[in-house]
């Protein structure tokens, strides 16, 4: 029952909304054993522009490729401090809700955790005035001039207000899984990916709601490093979608934001055709 290929003649046939993440894992694996030889090779090289270009690329890696999520969406529309709570229960992948989660029961997060949560949370929609507001109501525990020299530069910061006045993107899933992964005081990261199998099944089954087969068919594409394949199946079982239609047309996430923001337009979508029956059915009444 929980088989997702089909096996004939010692071949097995991956259906297309799985095998993103099979090219991602071996394009992965191919890269470390590359890397790995170019490593133990460097040492031996006496071509200094050849190193010098290694070293180069190296940076512009671990710089990460621009985003498209670097600013707010497309509608214009704002998101206040106040309505993130409400946000985060209905439409955050379970990373940023785990993040939410701690903000809120810890008062605080740490360094690599404010900043995968609050890029996502600006392109969203948030604002500055509101990020600030949403911070420091978030940071209940410390002082008001603490709060304000150790953490109102970096809010500004991640908006291109200050420093480099750069336009920082949101977080992708491939940069959150293999970028600073976290310790085990650390709150960031992708669940599917550094959470112990226990520690995950707890999360789905409180924070998602999700049992029985359901959670079953979640790891078992976590076992099979199909982290995106694992956050796709969760979506599909928190919106009511059948197995395979992914976050729309069998796309699978790719990006936290992308998940919000399809999430929301889906609950917009389903209020729209709501009223549109209501408003056939009164003008049949009528």
């Known amino acids: 029952q929980t088989r997702q290929v089909y096996l004939r003649a010692g071949i097995a046939y991956v259906p297309g909304r799985l095998q993103p993440s099979v090219i991602f894992q071996q394009f992965h694996d191919d890269l470390e054993k590359a890397l790995e030889l ?84 600006k ?54 899984l293999t970028q600073n992964p976290p310790s085990t005081t650390d709150s960031h990261g992708c669940p599917y990916r550094h959470y112990s199998e226990d520690n995950l099944r707890m999360a789905l089954q409180t924070t998602m709601g999700i049992s029985g087969t359901d959670l079953q068919d979640v790891l078992s594409s976590v076992r099979s490093q199909h982290y995106h394949v694992a956050c796709t199946r969760v979506y599909e079982l928190t919106h009511g979608l059948r197995k395979g239609e992914g976050i729309g047309s069998g796309e699978t996430v790719t990006h936290p934001n992308e ?14 055709a709501a009223s549109a029956a209501i408003g056939e059915e009164s003008m049949s009444i009528d």
């Open 38 to 121: 170019t490593a133990r090779a460097l040492p031996r090289m006496d071509e200094d522009r050849l190193t010098l270009v290694l070293e180069h690329l190296s940076k512009g890696l671990q710089a990460g490729i621009a985003s498209e999520y670097s600013s707010g969406p497309e509608s214009g529309e704002s998101v206040t401090a106040d309505m993130i709570d409400g946000l985060a229960k209905k439409h955050f992948p379970l990373c940023m809700r785990m993040l939410h989660d701690t903000l809120r029961k810890d008062c605080h997060l740490k360094h690599q955790g404010r900043l995968q949560y609050g890029l996502f949370l």
């Open 259 to 272: 998940y919000a923001q399809r999430s929301r337009d889906l609950e917009k979508s389903k209020t729209q």
């Open 123 to 176: 392109v969203i929609g948030l604002p500055i005035d509101e990020a600030l507001a949403f911070w420091r109501r978030s940071f209940s525990k410390m002082a008001d001039d603490k709060f304000t020299k150790e953490h109102t530069y970096n809010i500004k910061h991640n908006y291109g207000l200050v420093g480099k006045m750069a336009n920082y993107p949101a977080r992708s899933c491939q940069t959150i």
